[in-house]
């Protein structure tokens, strides 16, 4: 059930387009599509040079990433058993300092 509450309901709007609707919009499409076409090319060409310097950088980035794993599963088993022991040991200083330099890496 659906509910009107604009008090036109869905059989009473006329959505239907003509022909001449229909090749006025075709017509008009196509003389803007070669303008458009332009315009993007354009743009792009303007956009290469940065775009592929800021691809091989990304590229050389993720290579570096690839080589270290993704969990370091020794550190986190590590880190588990001092929590269960209790002797997991917070370095208030440094994770204020990490902290800082985080909130300055947003904020500047």
């Known amino acids: 059930m659906s509910v009107d509450f604009n008090g036109i309901g869905q059989g009473q709007v006329n ?3 003509t022909t001449a609707d229909k090749l006025a919009n075709t017509q008009g499409a196509r003389q ?4 458009q076409t332009n315009a993007k090319a354009e743009g792009a060409r303007g956009e290469n040079v940065n775009l592929s310097s800021q691809a091989r950088n990304l590229k050389q ?3 570096k990433l ?3 794993p ?3 599963d020794d550190r986190i088993e590590q880190i588990r ?4 022991n209790g002797t997991y040991k ?4 440094k994770l204020a300092q990490k902290m800082l330099d985080m909130d300055k ?3 500047g």
């Open 15 to 17: 959505t239907q387009r």
């Open 32 to 35: 803007t599509a070669p303008e």
């Open 61 to 63: 980035l993720e290579q």
């Open 66 to 68: 690839g080589d270290y």
């Open 70 to 72: 993704e969990m370091d």
């Open 81 to 84: 058993s001092q929590l269960e």
């Open 90 to 93: 917070i370095d208030a200083e």
């Open 105 to 107: 890496s947003i904020f």
